[in-house]
């Protein structure tokens, strides 16, 4: 209201601790004092400033923790194995995982050159062929069910896409 009436012409409203408030004067009002114009003195409250900030990396320590707590939750066993994948910015890498005798059961990855044929295919295709090579693998060992697919919080790229398709088709993932 005194920054109102000051633009109005009006007198500002009088400082609450003392009837003669200048620039000058030292005390304790929560306000600024400055002057407007000549011989108007305008009052500003001073509110503390409110920052607010995030844990340092925190969407990366949840999707660890995500994880971790996925992989306690559910563990692999011989007949019904744990799928877990690991995609880099340029590779795909899939593992059947025991967890109960704590050994792999099949592993593949776009890097092997079985995979990636004699003229080199792109990525993507390779990913594809993982999932075939993947889905061979279960049948050869007589896997029916995959405990859970672990895809290590990674987002559903061209390449999981592509390596997720031979699964869904039989019957791994839901769809």
Same mark, same amino acid.
Do not use: W
């Given at each position: ?23 000058? %004067? ?8 400055? $002057?407007?114009?000549?011989? /108007?003195?305008?009052? !500003? *409250? =001073? ?61 593949? %990855? ?8 004699? $003229?080199?295919?792109?990525? /993507?295709?390779?990913? !594809? *062929? =993982? ?45």
């Amino acid at each position: 209201m005194a920054l109102l009436g000051a633009t109005l012409g009006q007198p500002p409203s009088p400082c609450p601790s003392t009837s003669s408030c200048s620039l000058t %004067s030292s005390h304790s009002c929560s306000a600024f004092c400055f $002057p407007r114009q000549p011989g /108007v003195v305008v009052h !500003r *409250r =001073v509110y503390p400033r409110i920052e607010a900030t995030a844990r340092h990396g925190a969407r990366k320590e949840n999707a660890k923790v995500r994880n971790r707590r996925h992989q306690k939750k559910f563990n692999g066993t011989a007949t019904k194995p744990r799928l877990s994948v690991f995609c880099s910015n340029r590779q795909l890498y899939a593992m059947l995982v025991d967890d109960h005798g704590k050994r792999m059961l099949f592993y593949a %990855s776009t890097l092997q050159e079985a995979i990636r044929g004699d $003229p080199p295919c792109s990525t /993507v295709e390779a990913a !594809r *062929r =993982v999932g075939e090579e993947l889905v061979k693998a279960c049948k050869e060992l007589e896997v029916s069910e995959v405990s859970c697919y672990d895809r290590n919080g990674f987002a559903r790229g061209e390449k999981l896409m592509a390596f997720e398709d031979p699964i869904a088709q039989h019957g791994f993932l839901p769809r």
